[in-house]
């Protein structure tokens, strides 16, 4: 019988290491605009996120919003959209993705609580989606289709 990881990789899946947090939450690295950052893969979040206050760090040009953020504790938060962004995890990447930034002090401040590192945003299910994502919680990975293949 052949190890998952082998039968991804035969249909052009690539591998790649999540990290468990003291708050069990999956932490991904990522790269915006060619930059790094940490991230929580969260299958909840209908959009990848970033938190405002790194819109320069990641060198995104924003736009006021008029949709409103909720989750992790927090209700209607005032979001911006950047736009035409390139995303990569691993070898996999994309150009112009859209990603919503807001106020992400509240999910930080629960994960320092926790002795866990803040992050930079969350990977939501849109890019979940486009990946063919599939999460392996035993080995602590996530398995993306890669863009090398027909998505």
Request: hydrophobic share 40%; proline share 2%; glycine share 8%.
């Amino acid at each position: 019988m052949k190890s998952l990881k082998t039968f991804l990789g035969e249909k052009g899946f690539v591998k790649i290491p999540l990290i468990l947090t003291n708050t069990n939450h999956f932490e991904i690295k990522a790269e915006i605009n060619g930059i790094e950052g940490r991230f929580i893969l969260d299958t909840g979040a209908s959009s990848t996120c970033v938190g405002a206050d790194c819109a320069e760090h990641f060198n995104l040009n924003t736009e006021d919003s008029q949709v409103k953020a909720a989750g992790a504790g927090a209700n209607n938060l005032d979001t911006k959209i950047s736009k035409k962004n390139t995303l990569s995890i691993g070898p996999w990447s994309k150009d112009k993705v859209k990603l919503i930034l807001f106020n992400l002090s509240h999910v930080n401040e629960a994960l320092i609580q926790h002795d866990s590192l803040p992050v930079h945003g969350i990977i939501g299910a849109d890019i979940l989606k486009k990946t063919k994502a599939i999460i392996d919680y035993g080995k602590k990975c996530v398995y993306l289709k890669s863009n090398r293949y027909e998505l």
